[in-house]
């Protein structure tokens, strides 16, 4: 092809993709790269162009997700964050359940910790390395995606909350040292009632989350992504508002407040059996005077019996 003719085909690509431009606003279209070749996401319903779309390849060749050593990576990491986690986790339940001396009412938040963290495990984990990494559209069909999108939410509120009812676990024992301790039964109501919260919050997700095609190559395609469709902006504004406050500021709050309150007390007062030394010298300083002062009284009188008898002549002289 010479190269007149070269130039003379872009100029006429460009030429379309400007009355396109001019006929659309901003939000009705987006250009993109895919294989050398230029396509348009058309956000419009009836629309009757043709576009040449590659439906065997979503990424482009520029694009750093296609790079060789870039998914390398991400595969390496992916599957030590799945075997690692899914197996610590599933170590620590087993040692618990396994073990009646384990059976702690602290242990017990540890293994709920851990259910959690297998939950996001087998939920998050594969779901997003194989949708969002690798074939860029969700394969796993309509039920599964606001099953995952739930579990997702739900792990994460579950172990968020978690974690706050071991600092005040910890924060009553350090604080109340001779008060009861919290007994097995009140740990595993204050478990459901986690997991309860949990599930009531995420219920908007489960709601909302559907198979969507938000762009024309999904649909010239056939293919879905996994998304929120919310009825009113709103919602999802007041909603992502609300999510933040529970899932991370309130549970932010009540670990900063206890474990600081934690370490005044363990670094600012001394552990109980541990020496004092102002105590310790006036103590010691008490005991030499209940030595010292007897004493010092028998050798006052040792001395003044001695000068009376060397005043006074002995009767046998």
């Known amino acids: 092809m010479l190269l007149s003719d070269s130039c003379a085909d872009h100029d006429g690509k460009q030429n ?3 009355t396109m431009k001019s006929n659309y606003s901003v939000k009705d279209y987006a250009v993109g790269i895919i294989d050398g070749s230029e396509y348009v996401d058309v956000f419009w319903n009836n629309s009757n162009l043709e576009h040449p779309i590659a439906c065997d390849e979503f990424l482009s060749e520029d694009s750093v997700l296609s790079s060789t050593s870039f998914q390398t990576s991400i595969y390496f990491l992916y599957s030590m964050i799945f075997v690692v986690a899914l197996l610590g986790n599933g170590l620590v339940c ?3 359940y396994s073990s009646p001396r384990m059976q702690t009412v602290t242990n017990y938040f540890i293994v709920n910790l851990a259910v959690g963290d297998i939950l996001m495990t087998i939920f998050c984990v594969p779901t997003t390395f ?3 990494l690798i074939l860029q559209y969700w394969p796993f069909g309509e039920k599964l995606c606001p099953t995952v999108n739930y579990s997702q939410a739900v792990s994460v509120l579950v172990s968020a909350y978690t974690l706050v009812a071991i600092s005040i676990d910890r924060y009553i024992a350090i604080m109340w040292p001779l008060k009861p301790r919290m007994s097995k039964k009140q740990a595993t109501l204050l478990i459901g009632g986690v997991w309860l919260l949990a599930l009531l ?5 489960a709601v909302v989350s559907r198979l969507g095609q938000p762009a024309e190559r999904y649909r010239k395609c056939n293919q879905y992504i996994c998304q929120e469709k919310w009825p009113l902006k709103e919602h999802r504004y007041y909603y992502t508002i609300a999510l933040l406050v529970l899932q991370y ?5 009540v670990l900063v407040f206890t474990y600081t309150s934690i370490a005044i007390i363990v670094w600012g007062k001394r552990p109980p059996g ?3 030394n102002t105590r310790d010298q006036r103590m010691a300083r008490s005991k030499r005077k209940c030595l010292v002062k007897p004493l010092k009284k028998y050798t006052e009188r040792k001395m003044v019996k ?5 005043i006074v002549p002995s009767t046998d002289q």
């Open 16 to 18: 379309t993709l400007n």
């Open 94 to 96: 087993y040692v618990v």
């Open 130 to 132: 194989v949708s969002i």
């Open 201 to 205: 919050v995420s219920l908007p997700i």
């Open 249 to 253: 500021l309130v549970p932010l709050m």
């Open 274 to 276: 541990e020496a004092e």
């Open 306 to 310: 001695k000068s009376f008898a060397d």
